[in-house]
């Protein structure tokens, strides 16, 4: 596949957990294929891809440090872009495999030496020296003239997408989808290369277009191998398992996600999925849908609960107040003086019962005249309702005890007792 990696000049951003990195790399060319491997928590991660002239680089993630690097060219050769990858036996023992043109595969192996070691197949380089990452493109050519014991069948050097496993005893496969749409292999068994026999299309099926992409697995110590591709528009495994290829089938899809619509009379909500409303046999509310109605009735009953609060608070404000009495101010334009015939105020409730000088008990209704010697009705004391208008108390003598002989509207003077009747 294809990938452009947005101007950084290295790794792209769904393998970096960073904006930048790597900014000394050549930069990326517009057609370029990626591979990737893990070499272990030690030794971080390779990365493969190719440059704007077509020569593969390498990137480094060192985890010690915490930083990537460009690890520079594993091979200035020419390359037919996109297909590329990658597998390792040993962070000293890397292969990574390309298409080189349309008779050659270009195999690119890291030795413990330091070094790249380029070769092709099914011809060799001419050359009489190794090829390595040092080596220029411009010396270094195919011989086209060598023998060999087979040729790449359906091959046009242009496919999509290539592979690479390694087993248990070492042995490289390269995997391809030709021009005819099959499956096919090669392995390098004792350093000489040779075609795998095809299976069954039971076996290996055949793919929906020419050229696909695949993509390679492999459990090296197992000897296991799974190969994927679309076959019927659908991604299809092949497994070699148990020293044997079993028969093909295809990936089980994942399980739908699960999708809830609510209707309102203007609007469709989709609370999950992919956003296509589609059939729906499921029944009931979804989660989110009951988390909404819980939030909404619990809100509801709050502000019902906040209203009637407040309501009381105001009819009881409200009875307060039609009990207090209320002060009514004078108008600007009332008189501060009351006129003569305003009658006065009633006052209190009847005085409690007292005793005259002569023995008589006087309840409520009755009060003892001390200036005359008397007892007779006692006028209606009350308080002020506050309806009536203010008046001043009348000129008339109070005497605050029976046998007061003056009342409190004379000066105090001194006057001589006055002798006791008979």
Not at 62 to 85: C, M, Q, V, Y
Not at 184 to 212: C, F, M
Not at 312 to 317: A, G, T
Request: hydrophobic content about 35%; proline content about 8%.
């Amino acid at each position: 596949m294809a990938h452009r990696w947005l101007g950084l000049g290295g790794i792209p951003k769904p393998i970096q957990s960073r904006a930048s990195i790597c900014r000394d790399a050549p930069s990326i060319h517009s057609n370029s294929g990626l591979a990737a491997i893990v070499l272990g928590e030690s030794d971080g991660f390779r990365v493969y891809y190719h440059d704007k002239d077509g020569a593969i680089n390498e990137l480094k993630y060192d985890p010690k440090r915490d930083e990537w690097s460009h690890n520079g060219f594993i091979t200035k050769d020419i390359s037919s872009l996109p297909a590329l990858a990658a597998t390792f036996t040993s962070k000293e023992n890397i292969t990574v495999v390309a298409p080189r043109d349309d008779k050659t595969i270009g195999v690119t192996r890291y030795q413990k030496d330091g070094d790249w070691q380029r070769t092709t197949f099914p011809y060799p380089l001419d050359s009489d020296i190794g090829v390595t990452q040092e080596t220029d493109r411009t010396n270094i050519t195919v011989d086209t003239t060598a023998a060999v014991n087979f040729t790449l069948p359906a091959w046009d050097g242009a496919p999509r997408g290539i592979g690479i496993s390694v087993d248990r005893e070492h042995t490289r496969s390269v995997w391809y989808i030709g021009t005819d749409r099959a499956l096919h292999s090669a392995y390098n068994g004792d350093w000489v290369w040779h075609l795998r026999e095809n299976q069954t299309e039971e076996i290996w099926p055949l793919a929906d277009k020419p050229n696909a992409e695949l993509a390679v697995a492999e459990i090296a110590n197992k000897n296991t191998v799974f190969v994927y591709y679309i076959v019927n528009g659908k991604l299809a495994e092949i497994k070699y398992l148990n020293d044997a290829w079993q028969p093909w089938n295809h990936v089980p899809e994942p399980p739908p996600i699960p999708t809830t619509t609510n209707t309102a009379p203007e609007s469709t909500i989709t609370f999950a999925g992919d956003g296509n409303n589609g059939d729906d046999d499921s029944s009931g509310l979804s989660t989110g849908a009951k988390a909404g109605i819980g939030v909404g009735v619990s809100l509801g009953a709050i502000a019902l609960g906040a209203i009637i609060a407040v309501l009381f608070l105001i009819r009881r404000k409200h009875k307060q107040q039609q009990q207090t009495p209320q002060y009514t101010p004078f108008s600007e334009t009332a008189s501060g003086t009351l006129a003569p015939d305003t009658p006065a105020p009633a006052y209190g409730t009847p005085s409690t019962a007292v005793v005259a000088p002569d023995g008589t008990v006087l309840n409520g209704d009755f009060v003892w005249a001390q200036k005359e010697g008397t007892y007779g009705l006692a006028p209606e004391v009350t308080e002020l309702d506050g309806r009536e208008r203010s008046a001043e108390l009348d000129a008339r003598p109070v005497y605050e005890l029976p046998h007061q002989p003056y009342p409190h509207s004379e000066e105090l003077q001194a006057r001589e007792p006055k002798p006791k009747q008979q």
